[in-house]
């Protein structure tokens, strides 16, 4: 199975504030990659597949990059409605693994 | 708008069975893969099972291979895991999931499933 290690497992930020959280796939899978946020207590969004492709619907200030091994999911600008947990995904191959999350609290 | 609705989680004792539903609406349910992912408390997102459109073609996570079985009716558009011999490690959230490719377009609200004496 591939491997995808986040980081960092959390970060604290305040409003208005630049987050970025790396991923990182333990072989390479292309841009076959996606970014999910999760609050407590829902089921998981899709945010970014394709490594740096917006879901419909999903504001601007996020972005997604990298191909091969290592991608961000970068935040531009964090806004209250973001404080959640983010996960990578490799779609690649099957098992399509997640990475360990990586929690924003708030600063 | 895409809807998925999970049912038929609940509290079982280890070596015990469950058989989760999940009923899907608002897509054209036999041309979408379909799968279960599941969330340990406190934990993260774990890939348990996917399913074909058509249904000819499933996959099973090493965890749960040989003791969950996932299926669908597309003439019911519902999406099926009958989860046998559980164990306590098999409790978590399960989330029925609408796949493009392996990509998680739409998620169910969840179904707890609890495996304890």
């Known amino acids: 199975d591939i491997q995808m290690t986040q980081s960092p497992s959390s970060v604290s930020a305040s409003i208005g504030d630049r987050v970025t959280i790396t991923c990182r796939a333990s072989?390479?899978?292309?841009?076959?990659l996606a970014w999910y946020q999760q609050k407590p207590g829902k089921a998981p969004k899709l945010l970014i597949f394709a490594a740096s492709s917006l879901q419909g619907g999903v504001p601007s200030r996020f972005s997604g990059s990298g191909s091969g091994t290592d991608f961000t999911l970068t935040i531009s600008s964090l806004q209250p409605e973001d404080f959640a947990t983010y996960y990578c995904?490799?779609?690649?191959?099957?098992?399509?693994?997640f990475g360990g999350g990586t929690k924003v609290e708030i600063k | 708008e895409v809807h998925l609705l999970e049912s038929g989680g609940g509290l079982v004792q280890p070596g015990g069975s469950l058989r989760l539903s999940c009923a899907a609406s608002?897509?054209?349910?036999?041309?979408?893969?379909m799968s279960w992912v599941r969330q340990a408390p406190g934990k993260g997102l774990e890939w348990v099972s996917a399913?074909?459109?058509?249904?000819?073609?499933?996959y099973d996570a090493d965890s749960v291979k040989g003791r969950f079985t996932i299926s669908r009716d597309n003439s019911k558009n519902t999406l099926f895991l009958q989860l046998d011999s559980l164990r306590v490690e098999d409790t978590a959230v399960y989330y029925c999931?609408?796949?493009?490719?392996?990509?998680?377009?739409?998620w169910g609200q969840g179904t707890q499933v609890t495996v304890s004496s």
């Open positions: 608002g897509f054209t349910f036999s041309t979408h893969a």
């Open positions: 399913i074909s459109g058509g249904g000819g073609s499933t």
């Open positions: 995904q490799q779609a690649h191959s099957f098992p399509p693994t």
């Open positions: 999931a609408k796949l493009s490719t392996w990509y998680v377009l739409n």
């Open positions: 072989q390479g899978i292309s841009s076959w």
